[in-house]
């Protein structure tokens, strides 16, 4: 264990890969931690190193070196059957792009996490309508992605995210293909789920969204400059 009380730390972080006969730093080092119920923006600009750090939260990008603590569990020192365990009880993930299942309905979609959990069927239907009804799609839940606005699939994606009430959520760039006033409601939805409980984590390279949180880590050329909001 490691021995404090933060939901999540990062310890000396580096995460290098190969491009050709380059390596490439996308983490440098960093190291910082976030506690439960905090709603924390990661911003930089693209390159920065914040998509990356984001997957080391996860549990999806196993970084060079460090590590990344969460809930006292060391994360890459489990099994990568333990962290698909991990991924699916404590983190819902929020794509920029969505990644919604062409041809599944909204509802469809949202219960994918439902049934790699093992939910039974029966359960899932309730769990998923609950969840769009949080996001303001239930009297869309028989629509196909191609039948949704940019902001409804969002919006779809973050009900897929907080499906089975994980108590981290990262979103990865939530707004960034959205106009502003769809953004707006998009924020105002994470808000929300902070304000019932869970954690929420931004990343983002828009400075102006991080006023809605409570805290904000800078991230540049794979350094973290500043930690305090």
Same mark, same amino acid.
């Given at each position: 264990?490691?021995?404090?009380?933060?939901?999540?730390?990062?310890?000396?972080?580096?995460?290098?890969?190969? /491009?050709?006969?380059?390596?490439?730093?996308?983490?440098?080092?960093?190291?910082?931690? &976030?506690? !439960?119920?905090?709603?924390?923006?990661?911003?930089?600009?693209?390159?920065?190193?914040?998509? %990356?750090?984001? /997957?080391?939260?996860?549990?999806?990008? *196993?970084?060079?070196?460090?590590?990344?603590?969460?809930? %006292?569990?060391?994360?890459?020192?489990?099994?990568?059957?333990?962290?698909?365990?991990?991924?699916?009880?404590?983190?819902?993930?929020?794509?920029?792009?969505?990644?919604?299942? %062409?041809?599944? =309905?909204?509802?469809?979609?949202?219960?994918?996490?439902?049934? &790699?959990?093992?939910? $039974?069927?029966? !359960?899932?239907?309730?769990? /998923?309508?609950?969840?769009?009804?949080?996001?303001?799609?239930?009297?869309?839940?028989?629509?196909?992605?191609?039948?949704?606005?940019?902001?409804?699939?969002? *919006?779809?994606?973050?009900?897929?995210?907080?499906?089975? *009430?994980?108590?981290?959520?990262?979103? !990865?760039?939530? %707004?960034?293909?959205?106009?502003? $006033?769809?953004?707006? !409601?998009?924020?105002?939805?994470?808000?929300?789920?902070?304000?019932?409980?869970?954690?929420?984590?931004?990343?983002?390279?828009?400075?102006?969204?991080?006023?809605? =949180?409570?805290?904000?880590?800078?991230? *540049?050329?794979?350094?973290?400059?500043?930690?305090?909001?």
């Amino acid at each position: 264990m490691n021995g404090n009380d933060h939901l999540i730390e990062i310890q000396d972080l580096g995460r290098e890969y190969m /491009a050709g006969d380059t390596t490439v730093s996308a983490i440098k080092e960093m190291s910082f931690f &976030i506690d !439960d119920g905090e709603f924390v923006s990661i911003v930089g600009q693209s390159g920065a190193g914040k998509s %990356t750090l984001l /997957a080391a939260l996860g549990g999806l990008n *196993r970084p060079t070196r460090g590590n990344v603590w969460v809930d %006292t569990m060391d994360l890459y020192g489990l099994s990568s059957e333990q962290r698909a365990d991990f991924r699916s009880e404590y983190v819902g993930f929020v794509f920029q792009s969505y990644q919604l299942i %062409t041809y599944l =309905t909204a509802m469809e979609n949202v219960k994918i996490p439902l049934s &790699i959990a093992g939910v $039974k069927k029966e !359960d899932q239907a309730d769990m /998923a309508a609950v969840a769009l009804e949080k996001v303001g799609l239930q009297d869309k839940k028989n629509r196909l992605p191609d039948q949704l606005s940019g902001g409804e699939q969002e *919006r779809v994606a973050i009900a897929r995210a907080i499906v089975n *009430r994980p108590p981290i959520v990262l979103a !990865d760039e939530p %707004t960034g293909n959205l106009d502003s $006033k769809t953004a707006d !409601d998009v924020i105002n939805l994470l808000k929300q789920l902070n304000q019932e409980g869970q954690t929420v984590i931004m990343v983002t390279h828009n400075k102006k969204l991080c006023q809605h =949180t409570d805290r904000t880590v800078h991230v *540049r050329d794979g350094l973290c400059v500043i930690g305090e909001g």
